[in-house]
């Protein structure tokens, strides 16, 4: 039982550059989100899903899209990316109860 | 639009003494979780505190929740380096809430 996994662990990028971010989890839940982590701004909701074929913008949507294919897969896309989006991603998914985060992406834009 | 207010943001303590963080927001909540989070990893969850005026324990962490169920505190004793890490509260607005929100966190620093 992985947990909740995410790829790449590290990337660096140039502006205007695309690139996708794959979460995965074998625990069968339903529920599936990304944040952005930025110093002294804490965790921010970018899209999440409810369930396989659906998605739903959150806090800060703005330059990224998703996908939910495959329940246990929730992709994150950069079509253009911008040093604004410099931060690090968590993935995660929520079972009864609570939420589990996977270890993170750090994506530089350059 | 809900405040949520983590203080203090930052705290370096020596390793034995006591501590407390808070969370505070203007609104009300049907439940709200604490969270740590150690440098290169995500968050993960300590505790979640649904009534008002509830009180877990978590060894030497005692977390509360505020009577209106507007507010929160950790309190941690004797802390020890293995408790550094940023401490997060998330708030649950309610029943069908998708959305977890978090405040920015209270970067905990225990100097050995």
Redesign the interface.
């Known amino acids: 039982n992985a947990g ?1 996994t995410q790829t790449p662990k590290f990337r660096v990028l140039k502006t205007g550059q695309s690139m996708t971010l794959l979460c995965a989890q074998d625990m069968n839940h339903e ?1 599936m ?1 990304w ?1 952005r982590q930025d110093p ?6 970018i899209h ?1 899903s ?1 369930g396989e074929g659906t998605t ?1 913008k ?2 800060v949507p703005d330059g990224y899209n998703v996908s939910r294919l495959k329940k246990q897969n929730f992709l994150l896309g950069l079509e253009s990316a911008a040093p604004s989006q410099t931060s690090v991603y ?1 993935c ?1 998914s ?1 079972g009864p ?3 589990y ?4 992406t750090r994506l530089t834009v350059t | 639009t809900q405040l949520l207010e983590q203080s203090p943001q930052f705290l370096s303590i020596q390793e034995g003494e006591n501590l407390t963080v808070y969370c505070n927001s203007s609104s009300v909540f049907s439940s709200l979780q604490w969270y740590r989070q150690e440098p290169g990893e995500g968050p993960v969850l300590l505790v979640t505190v649904v009534t008002g005026g509830e009180v877990k324990k978590l060894k030497r962490l005692t977390f509360q929740f505020g009577d209106a169920r507007k507010d929160s505190s950790l309190h941690i004793t004797a802390a020890q380096t293995g408790d550094t890490g940023l401490y997060l509260c998330a708030p649950r607005s309610g029943a069908g809430s998708y959305q977890l929100t978090f405040g920015k966190g209270t970067k905990l620093s225990v100097i050995p």
């Open positions: 909740v529920y989100y944040y002294g701004m804490g965790l921010r909701l999440y409810v739903a959150g806090e968590f995660a929520s109860g609570r939420e985060f996977g270890p993170g």
